[in-house]
């Protein structure tokens, strides 16, 4: 099936994903990978996980290497790994820095570096190295999808003020006539509110079809999820809101159209863990927590209907988690005995279709970059 034909896919949605929601299932099972670090280098975190297994990521020496939050400097390196095999992507001309967001089912590669201002600017790998694919000097770039047919989704601003109100999303596609170019298309925003300097519509995530989730707000609303399709306008809409919730966010999609993500509700501080289907209404279900946890938030969603996020519990703070067929399960508790043997999963990024999921794991007290995959997908 193409990846752009989605009316089939959309006809099965409601029926593979969560169709067990009152059936328990036994735990899966997770083998653990390790991605190693490239020279010169002590931690690694992979963020991306084609459908074929090549993950990517990037890696930093000690001074700026947090699993938590990506650093920016000399010496920050992208990494593309293919059975067993770690690449240096290397940088983009005159850069310092450069670190790998997304990888499709041809190898090809997309992140995110500087071009010797220290700025973010998108690049995507080719013959003859990293290729900026949008100059944007004093700007910003973010990418988050490469697609199978060559799109790339994310995002950019080419003002240097910060606003969040200056950013927008946008699809860049090769450009028939000379495949070293690329032709942009800018995302709509929501509009309304009385100043447009206070009008916020930001994608964070990107299917095959380049629809895209991420969140809207103006100067007379809170933070919503927002979706854009891939109609002729690239129009974009609100998601639905839990009742009682005042803010939301939306963070993965799959092929399907199905968004996950998290919401805020005026009752309690903590964010809870949210599905979004892919009715019209697009129609917003929470999902389960661990016993115990009263905090939550969904990352990713593959075409299986496997979610993957954080949780906490009663006996623990927030802990990387995977949810399928309408159960919450910790992914530390789901370790392999013998791959797993002293690992311990900190944070995840991506799940593909196959079930895999990469992160990053701590085991001596050393962070590596991490692919998880299933026993049983």
């Not at 279709?353 to 962070?367: F, L, P, Y």
């Amino acid at each position: 099936m193409s990846p752009f034909d989605l009316s089939a896919r959309a006809a099965l949605a409601g029926v593979c994903v969560w169709a067990g929601l009152s059936t328990a299932m036994a735990a899966p099972l997770y083998t653990v990978t390790e991605i190693g670090v490239l020279p010169g280098c002590d931690g690694s975190a992979a963020t991306a996980v084609s459908d074929r297994s090549d993950v990517v990521g990037y890696c930093a020496p000690a001074a700026l290497f947090n699993p938590a939050f990506l650093a920016l400097g000399d010496g920050v390196k992208a990494f593309a790994w293919r059975d067993g095999v770690l690449r240096d992507l290397g940088v983009m001309k005159d850069g310092h820095y450069s670190y790998a967001t997304a990888v499709n089912a041809f190898g090809t590669v997309v992140g995110d570096g500087d071009s010797g201002n220290y700025n973010p600017e998108a690049w995507v790998t080719s013959a003859s190295g990293l290729q900026n694919i949008f100059p944007n000097k004093g700007g910003n770039t973010r990418t988050a999808l490469i697609s199978d047919v060559g799109a790339i989704g994310g995002s950019y601003t080419k003002s240097g003020s910060g606003a969040l109100s200056s950013w927008r999303g946008a699809v860049w596609t090769p450009d028939p006539k000379d495949p070293r170019k690329y032709r942009m298309t800018t995302l709509p925003i929501i509009a309304g509110g009385i100043d447009a300097k206070n009008t916020v519509s930001i994608p964070f995530a990107f299917n095959q079809s380049t629809q895209a989730v991420g969140w809207a707000s103006t100067d007379q609303t809170n933070a919503r999820a927002c979706f854009w399709n891939i109609d002729a306008t690239r129009s974009v809409m609100y998601l639905g809101m839990l009742a009682g919730d005042y803010s939301s966010y939306a963070e993965g999609i799959n092929d399907f159209g199905q968004a996950v993500g998290f919401g805020q509700s005026y009752s309690s501080p903590d964010t809870h863990p949210i599905l979004w289907s892919s009715n019209a209404e697009h129609t917003a279900s929470p999902l389960p927590l661990l016993s115990g946890g009263n905090y939550g938030r969904a990352i990713d969603i593959n075409n299986l209907g496997h979610v993957i996020g954080v949780s906490n519990s009663s006996a623990h703070t927030a802990e990387p988690v995977v949810w399928r067929d309408g159960e919450v399960f910790s992914l530390n508790n789901l370790l392999d005995a013998t791959t797993g043997n002293g690992w311990s999963i900190d944070i995840v990024s991506d799940i593909n279709n196959a079930g895999q999921i990469v992160g990053v794991g701590t085991r001596n007290d050393v962070s590596r970059a991490i692919l998880l995959s299933p026993v049983q997908p």
